[in-house]
Structure formats: structure tokens, C-alpha cells
Nanobody, 128 residues
């Protein structure tokens, strides 16, 4: 049974930092591209960041580039999202997702429909 379990969300003031973790089980983790998405009520899921299976390639949305860092530890089957300089508009439920054997073609990482497994989400709230 595949499980992705996020943790690390919470309430933080603007300008602060949080580190999200996503622990995976039931999958060959190093063969999966991993992504972070976020969603607010009434809006579609938004791509945040992604990382290749080896960790050698990372991708970010323009809205978080330079502030967020995605990383992974394949020995621990865990992907991280370090979020710095948080803004109120970063408030959302954050989800991690796994894509089995990604093609690594153009745009492999940005569409939520391309991911096979999802976590339950963790709430991030940034106060002004």
C-alpha cells in the first residue's frame, strides 16, 4: 500500500520559514519524481516545486522561485520543501505527490494529473 505522509505545516508570520516533509512508503522512491502542490478553497491545485528521482534536477513555480527549496533523501524515502520568506499568499494546503517512472520530458512535473499518488495535505497559514 502506497502512503505519502506530509508533516511540518503550521502557522507562521510573514517573513518566517517552515520546512515540510513527506515520507513515502510502498513505492520505489528513487524511481519517482516528486512534486509539491498547493490548493486554497475555490481554486485549482497549483504546482509549487518538483524534483527528479536522483535529486539532480529541481523545478519551481515563478511564485516561489528563490524562496522555496525542494530536496530529497532517498535513503529516508523523504522529500522536503524548505519555505523561506513566507508571504500571506503562500497560505494553502500543501500536498506532496509521486510520479512513477517519469518520462522527464518537457513539463513532466507541472501537471497534477501526471502524478500517481498523493498525500493527505498539510495546512500552511501565513499571517500578515
Amino acid at each position: 500500500q502506497v502512503q505519502l505522509v506530509e508533516s511540518g505545516g503550521g502557522l507562521v508570520q510573514a517573513g518566517g520559514s517552515l520546512r515540510l516533509s513527506c515520507a513515502a512508503s510502498g513505492i520505489t522512491f528513487s524511481s519517482c519524481g516528486m512534486g509539491w502542490f498547493r490548493q486554497t478553497p475555490g481554486k485549482e491545485s497549483e504546482f509549487v516545486a518538483a524534483i527528479s528521482g536522483s535529486g539532480s534536477n529541481t523545478y519551481y513555480s515563478d511564485s516561489v522561485k528563490g524562496r522555496f527549496t525542494i530536496s530529497r533523501d532517498n535513503a529516508k524515502n523523504t522529500v522536503y520543501l524548505q519555505m523561506n520568506s513566507l508571504k500571506p499568499e503562500d497560505t494553502a494546503v500543501y500536498y506532496c505527490a509521486a510520479q512513477r517512472f517519469p518520462s522527464y520530458g518537457l513539463g513532466w512535473y507541472s501537471g497534477p494529473g501526471k502524478y500517481h499518488y498523493w498525500g493527505q495535505g498539510t495546512q500552511v497559514t501565513v499571517s500578515s
